[in-house]
């Protein structure tokens, strides 16, 4: 028999930006995340592509994602998993303005909570 202890409920924070409410540099903060939040997934997601535009993700000063290409449509993961200190926020910085474009950022994590299972 194994026993191993095990995350047992994961959260999915889900939110849609519109790229014409933003001025370029602007810092929006697009997603909170409790202390002690292990992410383990960002995705990015164009729904409705915007002119020729990137995005920068970051944690507080540290740039987690760069470049991102807001201008076509479909999925950007970001290679990043990390546990939070502090309570914090997935910022997202745009390269210019745009008059038309929107997408969702999604940050799959965990709190420290486990169970203990056998297999």
Known sequence: MII???HNI????????DVKAYKPKDTIAAVALPAKAEVVSINVEVTEPSEAITADL????EKIANDIDLATKGNKSVNFT??????TTIDVKLSAAS?????????LYFLPSQIQTEY
Do not use: E, P
């Open 4 to 6: 191993q202890k095990v």
């Open 58 to 61: 970051f944690i507080g000063n």
């Open 99 to 107: 008059t038309k474009g929107q997408f969702k950022v999604r940050v």
């Open 82 to 87: 990390h546990t939070m200190g502090d309570t």
């Open 10 to 17: 994961s959260y999915l924070a889900v939110r849609s930006l």
